[in-house]
């Protein structure tokens, strides 16, 4: 279920978020290599605007994820503003980790949410 916040940034929480979800990680490099959904695209914040191109344009919405929510509504009111159906996922990576969504990582290292 997607909600309007009273900043008008629309936002969903993890449990609404369809099993089948592509989120947009705009987290940085480092926070991605740590730990992340599985069949996330990694767009980071700085590079957005320069990487519009890359957005997928099959999914409707583009749901935009971070560590907590922050960056990604930031993110995700900018999208909206240029006519992108974008949602911001309330509570981001940390709250995927508590709900025991997969994640995956680079290298050996179990997932986690930096």
């Known amino acids: 279920m997607v909600f309007v916040t009273s900043s008008q940034v629309p936002t969903v929480g993890i449990d609404g978020l369809p099993d089948g979800a592509r989120p947009i990680d705009v987290r940085e490099p480092d926070e991605w290599a740590a730990g992340r959904a599985p069949s996330a695209i990694h767009l980071p914040m ?50 995927w980790a508590r709900a025991g969504r997969p994640m995956v990582a680079d290298g050996p290292a179990d997932p986690q949410v930096i």
């Open 46 to 95: 700085g590079e957005i605007t320069g990487r519009l191109s890359e957005l997928p344009d099959d999914e409707d919405p583009l749901y935009v994820i971070c560590r907590s929510g922050g960056r990604s509504a930031r993110v995700t009111q900018f999208l909206v503003a240029q006519g992108y159906p974008a949602v911001n996922v309330d509570g981001g990576m940390q709250a």
